[in-house]
């Protein structure tokens, strides 16, 4: 999609124009704009359904991500401005003192989003009822973040840790490898109990693995504590947070992804995050790992 500067396209009746398709993005991978719209126009079948009815808050990178010696500049975005086209889908979320507009995904403006350099989708765990509110969430998350001496390796004894417990709750555990450090964990709701409700779940069950296994496991967020642990964030389920979408992409020095997983991949012993050009062929061979949370109603 990068051959050309600039082009119009129709993506589900809407016109959008696409300038700037050569600029890299990412300049350790050389990864241009054209790639990043093309890649989201491809994983948009996947995405959407984990993404679609949430309020998106972006995360820009308009000159690209930099490099490790010197980081591009990011603008972490919530409210729509004027230069949201008219035709992008967007609900309010009051709050005491003010409101927030925020865009809802679709494909057209999944391509647009991608088009100013947004790279970064982030989620709340619940979706919009119909009349326009913040639902019960439908998906639980739990953040495993590995500190100082840890990394992945780490993460892993920790996940198989919190399916142990989710599945003695009757739940069933789909990983995400984050595209950053360490591995995210959903688990599928019922949507009968509030955000409120899980965040203390999660709450709790990280605490009880801290307590069970506290050379491993940190449940708070102190820095000091965390060298060669894994920081198992709950706090990503309180109803005014959010957690990068499954398959987006990461600001990272590399293109890499929010990626779900099997747990065949997670414990094969190989594990390791997965770039932009690594996705599709992944899904055409063991198809969508994150199957499990796909909202009956999302397609």
């Known amino acids: 999609m990068a051959a050309k500067s600039t082009q119009t396209v129709e993506v589900e009746g809407r016109t959008l124009t ?17 790639d990043v719209i093309a890649y989201y126009t491809a994983v948009a079948p996947h995405l959407l359904p984990y993404a679609q009815g949430r309020p998106v808050t972006r ?57 100013i350099a947004a790279l970064e989708l982030h989620v709340p765990q619940w979706r919009f009822t119909d009349a326009g ?63 409120a409700e899980i965040a203390e779940v999660a709450h709790e069950l990280a605490r009880s693995l801290e307590g069970d296994h506290p050379d491993l ?17 709950w706090s990503q389920n309180n109803a005014s947070k959010t957690t990068v979408a499954p398959y987006s992409l990461r600001g990272r020095t590399k293109p890499y992804v929010a990626m779900p997983r099997t747990w065949g991949e997670i414990t094969s012993g190989r594990l390791r995050q ?7 062929g992944l899904i055409a061979r063991r198809g969508d790992a994150a199957a499990p949370l796909r909202p009956t109603n999302a397609g």
């Open 18 to 34: 696409l300038s700037s398709l050569g600029k890299v993005m990412y300049p350790e991978t050389g990864t241009t704009k054209g």
């Open 59 to 115: 995360k820009r990178w308009v000159n690209g991500v930099g490099t490790a010696e010197k980081p591009g500049m990011v603008f972490f975005q919530k409210d729509v401005d004027d230069t949201t086209p008219d035709w992008v889908e967007r609900r309010v979320i009051h709050h005491r003192d003010h409101d927030n507009s925020y865009p809802l995904l679709d494909l057209p403006t999944l391509v647009w989003l991608a088009q």
């Open 274 to 280: 997965i770039e932009l050009g690594e996705v599709m």
């Open 133 to 195: 509110e913040p639902g019960a969430p439908d998906r639980m998350v739990l953040d495993l973040d590995p500190g100082e001496g840890a990394g992945l390796p780490e993460c892993v004894e920790v996940a198989k840790l919190v399916r142990t417990a989710l599945a003695g709750r009757g739940l069933e555990t789909v990983p995400v490898t984050s595209g950053s450090k360490g591995i995210h964990l959903y688990a599928p709701l019922d949507g009968r109990a509030t955000s």
């Open 217 to 233: 496991v940190i449940s708070t967020m102190k820095k000091a504590d965390r060298r060669g642990k894994v920081m198992l964030d």
